[in-house]
């Protein structure tokens, strides 16, 4: 198992004392997000800091970017890591793309899927002077000139990662895609009801197989040496989980393991009772999708609680012991990968 250090959100010129910092705990990979800042400006300081390690967006926005536009960034970043760039999208959500970046939102799946047809058009126009002609519903490019194709590079195959919670870009990414993002609200019932079956489906549609596709996740940990800790950093997680379980799209993980508290806590969330929202968190929804354990014993533990559903592992900590002892996180990482 891959365990992965995801960059808080942070002005990108961190980036490279980060990556440093990463490398030196053991970790194999280095993740930016899409939040308060740009998610591919950190990774080129992480690449030329911590050349060691893979580095890549988890995730970047697709649709407010036009693919040509994320192709020459991916591009770029794939010829400055040497190859290791892990090029991850996601759809977000309709209000945020409608009412947050101005973009339109129209078939978000069908969408994606020109949105990776294309840029794979476009970078083979630039490795090997294909003609560029890519014709969908969404997205069309018949334009490419000298003057603006930047030409080959020695890593042309840019691994291309989705993330998604439902059926259709479970199916998606395992039809066409390198890897998969899996939400980190999500259960073990829900990977073995939904994500991985409907992965299976798309892989064997495209005359793949499930392990053509590398499964990534973080996971929320709930973590301390001793029993105050671990019960102090419950309460963090207890929020988190709220929060994502009061978006609607995230429901049928709440079905999956027969809960019913989604919609009590998108009413609460309409009314602005934000306080109010962790108190609708049962305890077994807390150990279902969060996984809690001593710090001796958290490594171990996520290796059992996943198996062979993922083959890569970001810690979700929320402010636990692990954010601030390092020795307490390399001793993890070490345990996670074995």
């Not at 978000?108 to 083979?124: F, H, N, T, V």
């Not at 560029?132 to 195959?157: A, V």
């Not at 299976?200 to 590398?214: C, H, K």
């Not at 996971?219 to 029993?227: A, L, P, R, Y």
């Amino acid at each position: 198992m891959k365990v992965d250090f995801y960059f808080p959100p942070s002005p990108p010129d961190g980036a490279a004392e980060a990556a440093a910092r990463a490398r030196d705990l053991g970790y194999d990979g280095f993740f930016s997000a899409e939040t308060q800042y740009d998610p591919f400006l950190p990774l080129a300081f992480a690449a030329r800091s911590a050349p060691e390690l893979e580095i890549g967006t988890a995730i970047a926005v697709a649709f407010p970017r036009s693919p040509m536009v994320t192709a020459m960034t991916a591009w770029d970043l794939a010829r400055l890591s040497k190859g290791k760039f892990l090029l991850g999208l996601g759809t977000q959500v309709r209000g945020h793309i409608t009412r947050r970046f101005s973009t339109d939102w129209t078939s978000p799946g069908p969408r994606l899927r020109e949105y990776i047809e294309s840029m794979r058009a476009i970078w083979d126009t630039w490795q090997n002077a294909a003609p560029l002609e890519y014709k969908g519903e969404f997205y069309q490019f018949s334009l490419m000139t000298p003057f603006f194709n930047p030409g080959p590079i020695p890593n042309p195959r840019i691994p291309v990662y989705i993330a998604g919670v439902g059926p259709y870009l479970s199916a998606l990414a395992g039809e066409t895609c390198q890897g998969f993002h899996v939400h980190p609200f999500h259960t073990t019932a829900y990977l073995d009801q939904v994500v991985l079956p409907k992965m299976r489906d798309g892989a064997e549609r495209a005359g793949r197989s499930l392990e053509d596709v590398e499964r990534v996740t973080t996971v929320f940990v709930m973590t301390g040496t001793d029993e105050a800790e671990i019960e102090a950093s419950k309460a963090a997680v207890r929020q988190q989980i709220a929060f994502y379980a009061s978006t609607p799209s995230y429901r049928p993980v709440l079905e999956s393991s027969g809960w019913d508290f989604g919609e009590k806590l998108t009413a609460l969330s309409k009314r602005g009772k934000w306080d109010e929202m962790p108190g609708m968190v049962p305890d077994d929804a807390l150990t279902e999708v969060g996984v809690v354990a001593p710090v001796d014993q958290l490594g171990k533990a996520i290796r059992e609680r996943y198996g062979d559903r993922v083959q890569r592992i970001g810690l979700y900590s929320l402010g636990s012991i692990l954010d601030i002892d390092p020795e307490a996180r390399r001793q993890v990482v070490g345990d996670l990968k074995g």
